[in-house]
């Protein structure tokens, strides 16, 4: 921070005089974050940290999937641990929760943000379960799979 003296004086030899500190922020700055190597299957869990590691404070740190904001719930919670760091935490893996999140950190300065892909491993499921069907000799057939 800096100290600045600001004088003004008009024709008739009258001024105005102010103290003012001017101080400049720095932006944060975010580890990148990744779920690690590969799938995950579904049922098994995850956890992942957004760590800021510079930049002035006061930061807000948020989290996203697929550029909306995460809503937690019973299997989805985030923790601020700290006034730098955010725990994403992941119960129980489901199809739901695949796609790219994003945690982005914030402050007067600016922003950053990092982003990490969660694939998951789900068993096939039928969409529609295929059915004993009869057909005319020579007709068309659909059947269901």
Same mark, same amino acid.
């Given at each position: ?60 740190? @948020? ?67 295929? @059915? ?14």
């Amino acid at each position: 921070a800096a100290s600045y003296t600001c004088v003004a004086k008009n024709e008739e030899g009258y001024s105005a005089r102010s103290d003012l500190e001017v101080s400049v922020m720095e932006k944060p700055s975010i580890m990148p974050i990744s779920f690690g190597e590969g799938a995950v299957n579904e049922g098994e869990s995850r956890q992942i940290i957004c760590a800021v590691i510079k930049g002035d404070e006061p930061i807000s740190i @948020t989290w996203s999937l697929q550029g909306e904001d995460l809503t937690p719930g019973p299997d989805l919670t985030t923790t601020q641990l700290g006034t730098r760091t955010s725990l994403l935490m992941i119960s129980s893996v489901s199809y739901r929760h695949s796609g790219t999140y994003n945690c982005k950190a914030r402050n007067n300065a600016g922003e950053a943000s990092s982003t990490a892909v969660l694939k998951v491993n789900v068993p096939p499921r039928w969409t529609v379960e295929p @059915t004993d069907k009869q057909f005319a000799q020579g007709s068309d057939a659909k059947v269901d799979c």
